[in-house]
Every structure is written in structure tokens, then in C-alpha cells.
């Protein structure tokens, strides 16, 4: 939102296609995506905010749904997304702003956030984090006065567990040539040192 009222939005001017941001008629929403398979995702997120009922999280849901419904992101081939997320805040939530560096987001069992949370990683190939996400919105307690859902499943242990093993490898790697560059470095200069005798 800009001070006059109306949106604003950018997508950036490195994204790799297709990177766009959209905003609707009554600029009350904003839909932005990168590396989509086409236009027709963010407005088609648009679209299905506008035309649903409901709660701001209800409709944001259907957004999402929808988003992945017009193809999503183009790495995903016909799953759409792999990872999708919900958050909402109420007027009197704290204000947020934590970001985590871990590769599964923001822990809410360890920082606060807003009143709605809700968080999916799914397995490559398996089913839609979108459809997913829509389902643990469908089971939440709506009369909670918080919700907070975390779902990570195996995929998502899986891709923690394989980027474990390639920093292990890279930090493997790295002592090796610590130890063994000055051992050749030393076995080079003695051979020289043989070689001049």
C-alpha cells in the first residue's frame, strides 16, 4: 500500500521469467510470482480473492489454490509447489518481523508469530503444499484464539537431511585440502631439494 491508497508492487529486475506483480481492480490485493509458468497464475490467484467469501485467510487460501491451479512455478512441473504458507495477523498481534535462517522457515514453536500460521513442505512429486496447506486450514480450530500449524513431512526431512550431507561433504572437501595441500606442497619441495642434490 502507498500513502494515497492505491498499490504498488515490484517483482524485481533480475527474476528469471516469468517474474511479475499484479494487483487487483479496488488495489486491496497483490499477487507477485518468479520462475511461473505463466501470467495467468498471479492473476488467476487474483481472481480467486476477489471473487471469494470469507475471512482474509480464507480467501488468501483459495488464492493460493488457485495460483497452483493455473500451473504454479515452472520447477515444479505438474505438482505446481512444493512449499506453501499462510500467515495472518490480527490488529492487536505483535508486530512481525522474525525471519529464521534454518531451511525449514520460522519455528513457531520457538518465535512468535501472528495469530494464523500455517506452514507446509512437501516431497517432490508428492501431492500440492497449496491443496495441502487448504486442508489444515479446513481442519484448524477456528475458535482458537490462536492457530498455529507446522507441517513438514518426509520430503521436507529428506531435503534438510540432503543438505546436511552436501555441507558435510563441502566441509569434508575443505579440511582435506588443509591438511593435504601443505603435505604435497612440502613432498614437492623435498623432491626438489632430492632431485638438485
Not at 508492487?9 to 479496488?26: C, H, K, L, T
Request: net charge negative.
Amino acid at each position: 500500500m502507498v500513502l494515497d491508497g492505491s498499490g504498488a508492487g515490484w517483482s524485481g529486475a533480475d527474476n528469471m521469467d516469468v517474474a511479475i506483480d499484479r494487483r487487483n481492480a479496488d488495489q486491496t490485493a497483490a499477487s507477485q510470482g518468479n520462475i511461473l509458468v505463466d501470467v495467468a497464475v498471479v492473476d488467476a490467484a487474483l481472481a480467486a480473492f476477489d471473487a471469494s467469501d470469507g475471512a482474509l485467510a480464507d480467501r488468501l487460501v483459495a488464492a493460493l489454490v488457485a495460483g497452483a491451479d493455473a500451473g504454479g512455478g515452472s520447477r515444479c512441473d505438474n505438482q505446481t509447489a512444493t512449499a506453501a504458507a499462510l500467515i495472518v495477523a490480527a490488529p492487536d498481534d505483535i508486530a512481525y518481523a522474525e525471519t529464521d535462517a534454518s531451511l525449514l522457515g520460522v519455528d513457531p514453536d520457538a518465535t512468535e508469530v501472528p495469530s494464523v500460521f500455517v506452514s507446509v513442505l512437501v516431497e517432490r512429486g508428492g501431492q500440492r503444499a497449496p491443496d495441502r496447506l487448504a486442508q489444515a486450514w479446513a481442519d484448524a480450530d477456528r475458535s482458537a484464539d490462536a492457530i498455529v500449524i507446522r507441517q513438514v513431512d518426509e520430503g521436507a526431512d529428506t531435503a534438510a537431511g540432503q543438505i546436511g550431507t552436501v555441507v558435510l561433504v563441502i566441509l569434508a572437501v575443505g579440511l582435506a585440502a588443509v591438511v593435504v595441500g601443505p603435505v604435497l606442497f612440502i613432498r614437492s619441495r623435498l623432491r626438489r631439494r632430492h632431485s638438485t642434490n
